[in-house]
């Protein structure tokens, strides 16, 4: 009974999180929302039993990610003032198409032959040795894995370009 509580307390502190970073109006504000959300997100797998993905999570998404957003956010702070309205005219349509995205996801996932609602039938170490060379073999997921730190590389560079230029035409 404890662990359901400790669970629906992460959960909702992750979903409200989640929220925030789409509703707040500061950028700094709404990247450390998500700081928040991936953290739950971790403190979830980690509930599961799931160490190497609650590790991956703070390591990868909190430390590196979050990271970069908040330092892009820091760098370019003053390029885009609030200059009007947030959300946009269309915002329900968004919110339809959402909607219908999720819905579709949920049923493939549920006609999926393979996904079980239950107990594992693997090993976790199996699953976790499927997952290192899903990562590593060059058929697999090692080409996106790359290319993902390649654009997060060049984001960083872009960011550090704006901010150099915009303070070399205020002087």
């Known amino acids: 009974m404890p662990m359901q509580i400790f669970f629906l307390i992460i959960a909702a502190v992750t979903l409200i999180s989640a929220a925030m970073v789409v509703t707040v109006r500061r ?9 928040l959300s991936l953290f739950g997100v971790a403190v979830l797998f980690a509930m599961l039993e799931s160490s190497f ?9 909190i430390g590196a990610i979050a990271i970069l957003v908040i330092f892009a956010v820091m760098l370019t702070r003053h390029m885009m003032d609030d200059t009007g309205r947030q959300i946009a005219k269309n915002w329900w349509a968004a919110l339809v198409a959402v909607v219908i995205a999720f819905g579709g996801m ?19 170490e199996l699953l976790l040795l499927d997952f290192g060379k899903a990562l590593t073999a060059p058929n697999q997921f090692a080409i996106p ?10 984001a960083l560079i872009g960011s550090i370009f704006i901010a150099v230029e915009r303070k070399g035409g205020q002087k």
């Open 145 to 154: 894995f790359e290319v993902s730190s390649v654009l997060l590389l060049a």
């Open 106 to 124: 949920v049923v493939l996932v549920l006609s999926w032959s393979r996904f079980q609602v239950g107990p594992g039938t693997a090993p976790s």
């Open 27 to 35: 950028m700094m504000h709404a990247a450390l929302w998500l700081v």
């Open 53 to 61: 993905y609650a590790v991956v999570q703070v390591i990868v998404y």
